[in-house]
């Protein structure tokens, strides 16, 4: 089959976060998130990069809206900025910031584009992060009282929620190597507040149910793993570094139960989950949200790391500016396998793109040419398509990201946009990704043939 073709209401979106596309983060009363602060700390973010302005979407989201609207997108994967809710975290709850989200999502249904909203995509209200943060275990109180507010405003309109992104790179960016905000670098405080963000989610699933939500998920990043040879160390290898990563968040939200292998792992700085966290947890999903990016090719390393493991580079794929494989094989492996092992559970594939050196606009063209950018995503996409093909259960695609945006301690360096931002101007340019990526949302279809990139793959 040269063709496959998606079903009619399939989700094709982009995705952003508020962080790094909003900007103006006190505006209308909103209080400092931690990556406000964590900006301000020197050599924190490359290049002294904040998010003061980022992409100016605060204000210009009409704009970005038109582009969604041109590029053919039905779906819209954009996060809410917690302390723009509440400044101080929790108690009295800012309605200026709820107006602002409420005319984006209102702008956004007025263009047929559907809202697929994220409470927690990294951006702590710095306010909590003073009282313990993700350390304090009354974060999931704060956290489903910041979940039922936005919920109560816009349930009616807004019909995906997904609680948190990613609780495994806050926990190893944000806890144990102090990379993300709010760089803390403990060993003992990151299996903490793994626990706490779980918890967090599912008191978030709470709320969201209490307030009549429609549909509720949980965002993952899932980096599968692949070992570097069949030696037994290698595989057990593999197996720490799929538990740390992957497991470590799956099993708690998806069966209720923690890795086996953790407490060993984690030694004397495991924290325990009691019944009552794991049965927190541990709550009925509408759909599990997918970040793809790349997989890992892992061997042994002997090491006091927690995964005693180190990844191998494969030099014989494609490398993105980030760093990272090209290895759509993996992707559709991947939603296979979560479909198998959980029929019941739709997946969204949440997050899915690549960061490439795009050569400088030329004025008076109105497309950049990307092209690594856009084989990454037609072998992407066609590696969807065969997931599907094969019975993935998979309900939309957003493509990461919209526009180029703030890369977290990366600045502005990464450009993973479909539409270029010139971050001194804010003018947007269309990329060449972007149209192709709109051609094959009109046809809701794409050809399973072409490019192939690993035409020798295994
Ligand atoms: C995050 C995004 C980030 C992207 C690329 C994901 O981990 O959710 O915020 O920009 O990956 O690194």
């Not at 949980?218 to 593999?238: F, G, H, R």
């Not at 991947?334 to 690549?354: A, C, F, I, Q």
């Amino acid at each position: 089959m040269n063709e496959f073709k998606f079903h009619v209401g399939f989700s094709w979106g982009s995705a952003t976060s508020a962080y790094q596309v909003e900007g103006m983060p006190l505006a209308d009363g909103a209080g400092p998130s931690i990556w406000h602060r964590f900006s301000r700390e020197p050599g924190a973010i490359r290049d002294g990069d904040t998010g003061d302005r980022a992409c100016e979407h605060y204000t210009r989201y009409p704009e970005d809206i038109g582009w969604m609207k041109q590029l053919g997108l039905n779906a819209y994967r954009m996060s809410i900025s917690w302390s723009r809710i509440f400044p101080e975290g929790k108690g009295t709850c800012n309605t200026r910031g709820l107006d602002h989200y409420e005319r984006v999502v209102d702008a956004l249904l007025a263009k047929g584009i559907a809202p697929n909203i994220t409470l927690y995509h990294w951006d702590l209200p710095a306010a909590l992060d003073d009282r313990g943060g993700w350390l304090n275990p009354d974060i999931s109180e704060w956290f489903g009282e910041y979940a039922a507010a936005v919920i109560q405003r816009l349930g009616d309109r807004v019909t995906h929620w997904a609680t948190l992104n990613e609780p495994w790179v806050v926990t190893d960016g944000g806890y144990l190597f102090g990379v993300l905000a709010p760089g803390h670098r403990s060993r003992a405080e990151a299996c903490i507040a793994a626990r706490n963000l779980m918890r967090a989610h599912g008191r978030g699933v709470q709320a969201a149910r209490a307030n009549r939500a429609k549909s509720v998920g949980l965002v993952l990043n899932i980096e599968p793993k692949y070992p570097a040879s069949q030696s037994p160390e290698d595989l057990a290898a593999t197996a720490r570094a799929d538990a740390y990563m992957n497991e470590q968040f799956i099993l708690p939200a998806l069966e209720g139960r923690v890795h086996e292998a953790l407490p060993k792992m984690w030694g004397e700085s495991w924290s325990e989950w009691t019944a009552a966290d794991l049965a927190l947890a541990h709550q009925p999903l509408d759909f599990l949200g997918v970040n793809y990016y790349t997989r890992s090719v892992v061997a042994h390393q002997d090491d006091t790391s927690l995964t005693r493991s180190r990844p191998v580079p494969q030099t014989q794929h494609m490398i993105s500016d980030t760093g990272w494989e090209v290895y759509p094989e993996a992707f559709e492996k991947l939603l296979l396998d979560l479909s198998r092992r959980y029929p019941k559970l739709p997946l969204m594939v949440t997050e899915n793109g690549s960061a490439f050196v795009d050569q400088p606009v030329t004025p008076g063209v109105p497309v950049l040419e990307d092209p690594p950018r856009e084989a990454y995503l037609i072998a992407h996409l066609q590696a969807l398509a065969r997931a599907m093909q094969k019975g993935a259960n998979v309900k939309g695609y957003y493509a990461w990201s919209l526009i180029d945006n703030l890369e977290w301690a990366l600045g502005f360096s990464k450009r993973f946009g479909l539409i270029h931002v010139d971050h001194q101007t804010q003018k947007r340019t269309v990329k060449q990704s972007g149209l192709r990526y709109a051609s094959i949302v009109k046809a809701g279809a794409i050809h399973r043939v072409e490019p192939d990139l690993h035409p020798a793959e295994d």
